[in-house]
């Protein structure tokens, strides 16, 4: 039987096949070296996001300070209104006492004005913590103000003309001389954690915040949890397939594309103007983040439901059971670890949602932390908004470092999904 020739086109040996071979090669080759360059960049990109947010902000997490050791006076600080004492005189002559020489009066103004401001509020908690500090004496670590702090920090420089720093010659001298007899330190600032918003950098703090975006994250995990999944389930597993579920569906996907400004919109024109709920609560807040956090929810836990294979839901049916029981009994349990997942990215989403809070007033400043879900109160990102606004030097880094607080949240939560993932997952 004669043989049958193959065109050159054809014949895989060729020189033509070769090249071909060789360009389908470079260009797998080229494809791989732009998804290396692209997560690179994305790396890349991160790293000098940290770094910069590191550089400008890990100075807000140490304080610089002088111990103080104050008599509290029965004659300054009556026992019978506590409030009401003059602490003020009590710090500021503690201060003068770590500084025993002649001043003048111009002198002395400069000395006192490298004592934080707030330094006397710190010894009123003290003692109205502890009336029976009335009498005595004691120690507290008294912040110095923000000038002699940045100075201190190095980002006031020295070696630049007086007129053009926050910190005269006068104080750099009564500084080192604070230096060099071992009073000056730079503790953790654990009142970046534990210490409401101030208008003193040095005092400023985060807990306010902390708790507002705690409280507002529980209202929203305990509406958008259920109803997310409940609506979910029925989509999925009960609706019938029709015009009226694919209207849904669409715009269940359309609400998840929605500007989250919008939802502020919608929470100031509903919750505080026709309801007329507490402006600047956690509760209102809570509820405007929970409308944005559904469609998330609602998305992941479909998708996780749309994952049990098939043979479950058969084999259930098969020995009799319910849909509602193959559904709660088999299908919802092995899909709850992509439910779970999809609803903590989707409360980490809100955790950094800043424009529906500000729409509500939880930009508001707030001296203390909230005690309710109807006291005012911000959260982490309006406090993060309000300190970048703020013109005092302090607040640069302080604001740096409410980022970097924010990512360790947003950080946290991720990981917990990724674990709670692992975990619980079963594979076929």
């Known amino acids: 039987m004669a043989s049958i020739s193959m065109p ?55 304080q610089t300070k002088v111990p103080l050791q104050v008599t509290v006076s029965p004659e300054q600080v009556k026992p019978d209104n506590l409030e009401r004492g003059n602490y003020r005189k009590l710090v500021r002559d503690a201060f003068l006492d770590l500084m025993p020489v002649e001043m003048s009066r111009s002198e002395q103004r400069d000395y006192l004005s490298m004592l934080s401001s707030g330094a006397p509020f710190l010894l009123r908690d003290r003692v109205l913590a502890d009336p029976s500090l009335v009498g005595q004496t004691v120690e507290i670590m008294a912040p110095l103000a923000d000038p002699m702090d940045q100075f201190h920090k190095g980002i006031i420089p020295r070696d630049v003309p007086e007129e053009q720093r926050r910190v005269n010659d006068v104080q750099i001298g009564y500084y080192d001389q604070l230096v060099a007899e071992g009073l000056v330190s730079t503790p953790f600032n654990w009142a970046l954690f534990f210490s409401p918003d101030s208008r003193f950098p040095e005092l400023a703090g985060l807990a306010g915040a902390l708790v ?159 005690g309710g879900l109807t006291d005012p109160a911000t959260a982490l990102p309006t406090q993060i908004f309000i300190w970048a606004d703020s013109p005092e030097r302090g607040f640069v880094a302080r604001t740096s470092a409410a980022i970097l607080v924010l990512i360790g949240f947003l950080i946290i939560m991720n990981a917990i999904a990724i674990f709670l993932r692992q975990k619980l997952e079963r594979k076929w």
């Open 8 to 62: 050159e086109s054809h014949d895989w040996l060729s020189e033509s096949a070769r090249q071909r071979v060789q360009r389908r090669h470079a260009a797998d080759k080229r494809m791989r070296l732009y998804g290396l360059a692209a997560i690179g960049l994305a790396i890349g990109l991160l790293g000098v996001l940290l770094v910069s947010l590191i550089l400008s902000g890990y100075t807000a997490f140490v």
């Open 212 to 370: 507002g975006s705690f409280y507002a994250l529980l209202v929203c995990f305990l509406i958008s949890f259920p109803v997310g999944i409940a609506a979910a389930i029925y989509l999925e597993e009960f609706a019938r397939k029709n015009r009226w579920s694919d209207l849904i569906e669409v715009n269940i996907n359309n609400l998840a594309a929605v500007p989250s400004v919008v939802f502020g919109l919608l929470g100031l024109a509903v919750f505080l103007g026709f309801f007329g709920l507490p402006r600047s609560a956690p509760l209102v807040g809570g509820m405007v983040l929970s409308l944005m956090t559904l469609p998330t929810i609602i998305i992941a836990t479909r998708a996780a439901l749309k994952a049990v294979p098939p043979s479950i839901r058969e084999a259930a049916f098969g020995i009799g059971a319910s849909r509602h029981q193959v559904v709660t009994h088999h299908v919802l349990p092995l899909a709850l670890p992509g439910i779970l997942t999809g609803t903590i990215i989707g409360l980490a989403q809100a955790l950094g949602e800043t424009a529906p809070l500000l729409l509500i007033g939880m930009n508001a400043f707030i001296t203390s932390a909230p």
